[in-house]
Structure formats: structure tokens, C-alpha cells
């Protein structure tokens, strides 16, 4: 099991879990869209979630909640990289790029990104060949469909082995382009293409994804899997996103992409108060 990144000139050590701050520049984002599209409110969002223990700062100029609409390359790119430079310029923290789109990608990259996060698992055209050129960490998620629809044909023959099939697939795509085994961190997707009950499925079994060997990564944060089960609006789901995030971690989840950065640092550090006496 790789317990280590290499993201550019930083390594990310993940003998234990490290938290990725959700930052998203987009109007449209299920939970905070429109709050931070200007330069000035995501600097300090920034700032604040590095203060409060951030490892990563995942940055996504267009929304993957369901329903969400397509932006084109040119609007992402004018949300996202003055966003990179200027963290780049200002703080010592890695930074990941939320895309799909292999210009932004390559874009990001150039101005020093130091992880993708591909919620299409660099199934699009060009995704590979540009981080086979690269050496950075790269985030395969897996999904079914797209986010426009994805929640109204969900389907699958067997949860766990048809996701299992995707990541082996996705995983030999990335070594027959170039890219080593060893940038690769998987997540299962929660929220993209699963009901209620199968999200809980995944979460309670997390751990069979640890056969790849490869970090994993849980985002359940402020999700409908939450709101759906406490009956409760967006606003009202930290205990239930800490709760969820504690228990990814029980189950092996190396990296945990959260809103709320101070309180599962916290929870997190109980977690490992504990574990010791176990």
C-alpha cells in the first residue's frame, strides 16, 4: 500500500489521513456555489481552511451535482486559473484541479498544479496523453453517466464488481499511456450515479477498494446521502458529513474532501487519540 505522493517537489504522507478543502468557483455548486467566484473570498477561504489543517486545496470551476450543465473551456479556465496562480504565489499548500478537460488540465499544470481530480477518470479526449506528460497524482472516480442525468439511470449488475471492473480498466488505461501505477488515488464515487442505499453499501465496504493498493478518497461532504437520511437542508449536515468522513476512515480512506475543513481535522484527531489503545 503507497503510503506517500510525490506531487511535484512535495510529498504528501499518508501514513495518516489528510484533509482536501473543498473550494469551488462556480455559481452553480450543489453547497456553496456563487460564495467564492470572486479572487478576494477564495483567497480567504483558502487561507482559512490551510489555518485550519487543509493538506489540498481542490479547486472546481464547473459544478458536478446533478442536473448540472456543461461550461465550456474557456469560462473554466477564466474561473480557475488566476485562482491557481494566486494561491500558488501566496501559500505553501498542494493544489488540485477539479476537470475533466484535458486544455485544463494541461493549463493547470503549467502554473503548477499538484494533483488532478478527474471525476471521468480521464475518459475524455485527451486526458491521458497530457498526464502521461506529467508527474503529478491523479484522482479516478468513478461515476455512472454523466452529471446531467446520472441520478435518473442507475443500474448496475453488481455494485461492487462492476466498479471494480471500472477502476481495473481505468487503471490499465493509465499504464498502457504512460502513467505509473503509483500517481494513481481512486474514488468510488459517492453521489455520482448511486442510490441511497448503495452509497451506504460503499461506505460500509470501503475497504474492499483497498485490494488496488492505491490511496482512496471519500467525498461524502454536505451530500444528499446525508440530507436524505436526517431529512435536513444542505446548512445542517456537519454532523452527518463528520460522521460519514469518520467512518470512511475506519474503512481505510487515505484523503477525505470536506466543506468543513476545522471540524473533521478535529474528528479526525480524536479518531487517532483513540486508535492508539486499540
Known amino acids: 500500500m ?24 462556480t455559481p452553480d455548486s450543489f453547497s456553496d456555489g456563487g460564495k467564492f467566484t470572486q479572487l478576494d473570498s477564495a483567497l480567504k477561504q483558502t487561507e482559512q481552511m490551510i489555518i485550519d489543517g487543509a493538506a489540498i486545496i481542490d479547486i472546481g470551476g464547473e459544478s458536478t451535482r446533478p442536473g448540472a450543465l456543461e461550461v465550456n473551456e474557456k469560462d473554466e479556465l477564466a474561473r480557475v486559473l488566476p485562482l491557481l496562480k494566486a494561491i500558488k504565489t501566496r501559500f505553501d499548500v498542494l493544489v488540485s484541479i477539479d476537470t475533466s478537460k484535458a486544455v485544463v488540465m494541461a493549463e493547470a499544470l503549467e502554473f503548477g498544479a499538484d494533483i488532478i481530480n478527474d471525476v471521468r477518470a480521464l475518459q475524455n479526449i485527451g486526458c491521458l496523453e497530457v498526464l502521461a506528460h506529467s508527474n503529478v497524482p491523479i484522482c479516478l472516480m468513478h461515476m ?10 442507475i443500474q448496475y449488475n453488481d455494485l461492487f464488481a462492476d466498479i471494480h471492473r471500472f477502476f481495473q480498466h481505468r487503471i490499465h488505461a493509465c499504464e498502457q499511456a504512460g502513467i505509473k501505477r503509483e500517481r494513481l488515488i481512486l474514488d468510488p464515487g459517492f453521489g455520482f450515479g448511486k442510490t441511497l442505499a448503495q452509497n451506504y453499501q460503499l461506505l460500509a465496504n470501503l475497504q474492499q477498494f483497498k485490494q488496488f493498493k492505491l490511496p482512496l478518497l471519500s467525498g461524502t461532504s454536505r451530500k444528499s ?11 445542517q449536515r456537519l454532523a452527518g458529513s463528520l460522521t460519514t468522513a469518520i ?32
Do not use: F
Open 2 to 25: 503507497l503510503t506517500s505522493l510525490q506531487c511535484n517537489q512535495k510529498i504528501l504522507d499518508l501514513s495518516s489521513p489528510k484533509v482536501m478543502g473543498i473550494l469551488n468557483v
Open 225 to 235: 446521502m446525508i440530507g436524505n437520511i436526517l431529512e435536513c437542508s444542505i446548512e
Open 144 to 153: 455512472q453517466g454523466v452529471p446531467r442525468t446520472m441520478q435518473t439511470q
Open 247 to 278: 467512518i470512511a476512515v475506519q474503512q481505510g480512506a487515505n484523503i477525505l474532501r470536506v466543506h468543513d475543513v476545522k471540524e473533521t481535522v478535529d474528528a479526525i484527531k480524536i479518531l487517532q487519540a483513540t486508535a492508539q489503545y486499540q
